[in-house]
């Protein structure tokens, strides 16, 4: 009874989370995403309410996650990889060109003029009410042109203090014509100008007044005869560029390579002095005649309990050249983090520090799990202590730690936070600002994306989609060796 | 006293070494908070002052006590419903036999191999469109967060509480069934309390992995009050300047951080050894 109240409930909730989601999408016609939102739904009913199908009703809630923010993402950016979108190449050719003429706007001679008043819409997007000489009235903003009589519905005139405090605003806001855009000098007067770059269909290129020179359309960008091209360009699909770029454009190849192999090393060497360390503490901890032995396991995994993001930062500050404890308590000035080689040994040492309580844990658990009768077999039959962790507990508890250690392994391999949060993938050499020293791939595109040289979506894609393949393979093939892929059989 | 050394001494250097390497970035940190000049510069290794100036700056110059009720909320909401999903999984992988079984629990894995943040540009562009429709869904709200965070609910958590359900004897929840409960009542009344260890481990990891979690938030929550613990404290030391001059403040941060998380740690040490393991060895 209380089962049947609490699904009716449930249910209600799901009609009622579809319908309150549904609103949004009728009104902005998104009829895809209606369908896509309609069909969920469905299914989420359909599963519930047939008695059959029991996997599926424990199965869908956290399948549902999954698609919507992990699978379809994984599929977005695969496309995304085939285009050349990022920082101008957003939009469309049309939009390029209009970016293009407004930008290019000067006021010449005979200028038709506008008294202006600039108003605000609800969304706070500022607009130009324009009154001609003649006395007709227009709305501008970054569209276009519509007439008007008077301050339309919905707008508010900006009082002049307003109009101060949003100057740049109203100085960037230019509103395309025809031959043009008609831009505010100061904040009661605008002027139409003239665009000095206009494109001509004819040549399907750009050409500017007075100087003659052109930019023909090629590519998703207008370019010169010299190979200069304009900012604004447009979104193409480029193919398989983004991939083979990798391979053929030695500027992009050599520090994709040296940070793929760096990569690989520093997830390797993350792995193996992590659980090397771990495993010898847990082995000296491992025994009940040791006074003292919770006290150590307690402060000895201390640093797991940290906030790692926070004592990254404070190691990235330890290693400060200028006023780092490390230097200072050694009387020494190295730059840590300025140099390749001693920058790379620092995160080593960082993730060492913040990854062998964990390894510390796990290798204790298992080898609480192995028979002593084991070991002290082997002691009868003569081995010594070396000899037995050597051929008797370093298998066993390789057996049962090879999923975690492999686990540890991909984790590392994107450890983001491990890099970004300390060096920052710096040190970088002077030539090529977009590839550091200790950069591992995910920071490496990360800043292909986001960073300050420009947004390259498109080719940062491309690049995740290697870092999937390349981990993907790697887990696979040592899966593959491990117990683990058994149990799924049994 | 050889003899006495191979046995036990060297087993005594191992803990002392190991305890020392944890601790002297954890007494640093406490000495930068205490410090009351509040620099790096001036911070030594251990505390050699003491004033609470720092936690106090904290709470009146930064939106700080926003930051923490943010990480509380979205890594307390996220680790809860995530570890609820992935139990449902782990049932139904452990309990049923069905087709794609094998392929759902490998790609399960698979999936989680490509970290959810190397998608952060498609998932950008996504949650931009949301907020087309649903503002409250979108960037600098927490619960936009919360729905992308639950996309990596099931995963390796899922192997584990696999693993650890398989040790659960089946005969517990056929005998239920034969008494006449249904599968929702085996679900809940025999079988959640019987794996409450790893439920609490699980979600103390993803807790603290959501706590921590620094990429997504800072291309999601721009607003200076929607931040989390890791985004604003972040901030706080990103600059140049600030960097010396905030240290003390951040330490401060950080270690009012760790306590919910040392907390429950304490809290939860007896089951720590044995539910991280859980899924690998007795799987």
């Given at each position: 009874m209380f089962g049947l109240v609490a699904k009716i409930l449930l249910l209600g909730l799901v009609a009622a989370l579809a319908v309150w989601a549904a609103f949004p999408l009728i009104e902005a016609h998104a009829w895809v995403g209606l369908a896509v939102e309609a069909a969920v739904s469905a299914l989420v009913f359909y599963a519930y309410l047939t008695p059959r199908r029991l996997p599926l009703k424990y199965l869908l809630p956290g399948t549902l996650f999954l698609v919507a923010f992990q699978v379809v993402p994984v599929f977005l950016t695969m496309s995304t990889a085939f285009s050349n979108f990022g920082d101008g190449h957003r939009g469309t050719k049309q939009d390029a060109i209009t970016a293009i003429q407004t930008a290019s706007v000067v006021e010449v001679p005979g200028s038709p003029e506008y008294a202006l008043k600039v108003v605000t819409k609800g969304d706070n997007a500022i607009a130009f009410l324009l009154t001609d000489p003649a006395g007709k009235q227009f709305l501008g903003d970054a569209q276009g042109l519509k007439p008007v009589a008077?301050?339309?519905?919905g707008y508010t005139p900006l009082n002049l203090g307003e109009a101060g405090a949003r100057s740049q605003e109203i100085t960037k806001l230019a509103v395309p014509t025809a031959g043009g855009a008609i831009r505010s000098s100061g904040i009661s007067r605008a002027y139409e100008g003239r665009a000095q770059r206009t494109y001509q269909a004819g040549c399907d290129c750009v050409v500017e007044a007075g100087t003659g020179h052109r930019w023909t359309a090629h590519d998703g960008s207008f370019v010169d005869a010299a190979g200069q091209r304009l900012p604004q360009g447009w979104r193409i699909n480029v193919g398989l560029r983004n991939f083979t770029q990798v391979a053929t454009d030695s500027r992009i190849a050599r520090p994709f390579f040296r940070t793929l192999a760096w990569n690989l090393v520093f997830a390797v060497a993350s792995v193996l002095t992590t659980f090397a360390l771990g495993m010898l503490c847990a082995l000296a901890l491992h025994?009940?005649?040791?006074?003292g032995r919770t006290l150590y396991r307690m402060l000895l995994v201390l640093p797991y309990a940290m906030p790692s993001f926070a004592m990254l930062l404070v190691w990235r500050d330890m290693f400060n050249?200028?006023?780092?404890l490390i230097n200072r308590l050694f009387g020494l000035s190295v730059d840590w983090l300025g140099t390749p080689w001693s920058a790379r040994l620092a995160v080593i040492l960082v993730q060492l520090w913040l990854g062998y309580p964990y390894m510390f844990l796990v290798t204790t658990g298992a080898l609480q799990a192995i028979p002593r009768q084991m070991t002290e077999a082997a002691q009868i039959d003569g081995a010594t202590p070396w000899q037995a962790f050597r051929r008797v507990t370093l298998p066993l508890l390789l057996v049962a730690l090879a999923p975690l250690l492999i686990s540890s392994f991909a984790f590392n391999f994107n450890n983001f936070n491990a890099i970004y949060l300390t060096?920052?993938?710096?040190?970088?050499p002077a030539d090529d600002p977009?590839?550091?020293?200790?950069?591992l791939l995910i920071t490496y595109t990360y800043r292909l994306a986001f960073?300050?040289?420009?947004?390259?979506y498109g080719f940062a894609a491309a690049v995740s989609i290697y870092i999937f393949a390349i981990v993907a393979l790697i887990s696979a093939i040592s899966f593959r060796r491990t117990r683990r892929q058994e149990e799924v059989y049994a | 006293m050889t003899g006495w050394f191979a046995r036990i001494g060297w087993r005594h250097l191992v803990g002392v070494l190991a305890v020392l390497f944890s601790l002297f970035p954890i007494v640093f940190v406490v000495a930068a908070a205490l410090n009351?000049?509040?620099?790096l510069s001036s911070t030594?290794?251990?505390?050699?002052a003491f004033t609470i100036d720092n936690f106090a700056n904290l709470f009146a110059r930064t939106a700080f006590g926003h930051w923490y009720a943010n990480s509380i909320l979205i890594a307390g909401v996220a680790s809860v419903v995530a570890v609820f999903l992935s139990m449902l999984a782990a049932f139904a992988f452990s309990r049923m036999r069905f087709a794609g079984r094998r392929v759902g629990l490998l790609s399960l894995l698979l999936i989680q191999?490509?970290?959810?943040?190397?998608?952060v540009v498609a998932i950008y562009l996504m949650f931009a469109r949301i907020g087309d429709y649903w503002?409250?869904?979108?960037?600098?709200?927490p619960w936009g967060l919360i729905l992308l965070y639950l996309?990596?609910?099931?995963g390796v958590n899922t192997w584990m509480m696999k693993g650890f359900l398989d040790t659960v004897p089946r005969e517990l929840d056929e005998s239920a069934s034969v008494d006449g409960a249904s599968h929702v009542q085996v679900f809940f009344q025999i079988v959640l309390p019987l794996v409450r260890p790893i439920l609490a481990i699980t979600a103390l990891l993803v807790f603290i992995g959501t706590v921590n979690e620094f990429l997504l938030a800072n291309v999601f929550l721009y607003e200076p009050n929607s931040k989390t613990l890791a985004v604003g404290l972040y901030g706080l030391i990103a600059e140049g300047v600030s960097r010396d001059q905030n240290f003390g403040m951040f330490c401060a941060g950080s270690l009012l951080t760790a306590v919910p998380t040392v907390v429950v740690f304490r809290f939860l040490q007896r089951f720590i050894v044995s539910g991280l393991t859980a899924g690998a060895v007795k799987g």
């Open positions: 008077g301050v339309p519905d025994t009940d005649r040791l006074r050249a200028d006023f780092g060096t920052e993938g710096g040190p970088f977009t590839a550091g020293a200790t950069d960073g300050a040289a420009g947004a390259r | 009351p000049l509040g620099t030594d290794a251990v505390p050699t191999m490509f970290p959810q943040f190397l998608a503002p409250g869904l979108s960037f600098s709200s996309g990596g609910a099931l």
